[in-house]
């Protein structure tokens, strides 16, 4: 699996839009970005994936850049609730099936 | 849908001591999973199972732990003697083989070692 580079911490203001890059430069053509969070004393938890195009959910959006190089992924209306670590994961869809986690980021919103 | 079910949530014990820490996969998962997370190593995979079969043991620590699931809905992870350094968070995730490729994590075991 392709190796991500994340900041290690970002701040956001209550309500503003929570901007979260990755970079993955080695990523090859049959792997998918994946996106998890893990808050306070919890178990991780999906939020979303893609391939190339960029993808929306209830949660958040997650932008791919056209060299599949780096994403983004973006929480539109950060609440309190949604500090947490966020996990920038890229592995292939098929085979094996565990994820390796890295540092990730942990993001503070503030009130 | 009751999620991935860990037990017990705490566990406190004394070095040397057996500990197995239990975990229910979600109904209809073919994939179960155990990661532990420490401060200094961050979440680690341990072992994954596949239709109650390991698949992948090279993240175990050591003979001291051992992992099976012997039916479809539990798994155990034991560890043997115990000791201090094994402190950690233990979580369970499982997945389907089919379908969105979610892994869904339960709420983990804190175990200290006294």
């Known amino acids: 699996d392709a190796k991500t580079t994340q900041p290690p911490s970002m701040d956001c203001a209550e309500g503003r839009a929570a901007n979260l890059p990755c970079n993955h430069s080695?990523?090859?053509?049959?792997?998918?970005v994946y996106w998890y969070r893990q808050i306070h004393s919890q178990g991780p938890q999906y939020i979303i994936h893609?391939?190339?195009n960029n993808e929306t959910n209830e949660m958040a959006s997650l932008i791919i850049t056209e060299d599949r190089k780096s994403s983004t992924l973006i929480l539109p209306h950060a609440t309190l609730r949604d500090t947490a670590v966020y996990y920038c994961?890229?592995?292939?869809?098929?085979?094996?099936?565990?994820?390796?986690f890295g540092s990730g980021t942990r993001l503070q919103v503030q009130p | 849908d009751a999620g991935v079910i860990q037990s017990p949530r705490h566990e406190v014990t004394e070095m040397g001591q057996e500990v197995t820490l239990r975990c229910k996969p979600i109904?209809?998962?073919?994939?179960l999973f155990w990661y532990r997370q420490t401060m200094m190593r961050g979440l680690e995979l341990l072992i994954y199972?596949?239709?109650?079969?390991?698949?992948?043991d090279s993240g175990m620590p050591e003979d001291r732990f051992s992992a099976k699931m012997p039916n479809a809905s539990f798994s155990t992870l034991k560890i043997q003697p115990s000791e201090p350094r094994d402190s950690a968070v233990y979580f369970c995730?499982?997945?389907?083989?089919?379908?969105?490729?979610?892994?869904?994590f339960g709420s983990g075991t804190q175990l200290s070692v006294l």
């Open positions: 995730a499982s997945t389907r083989s089919t379908g969105e490729e979610k892994l869904f």
């Open positions: 080695t990523i090859s053509g049959n792997e998918y």
């Open positions: 893609g391939l190339k």
């Open positions: 994961i890229v592995r292939v869809s098929t085979g094996r099936r565990a994820l390796t």
């Open positions: 109904s209809g998962h073919d994939y």
């Open positions: 199972f596949n239709n109650n079969v390991p698949i992948d």
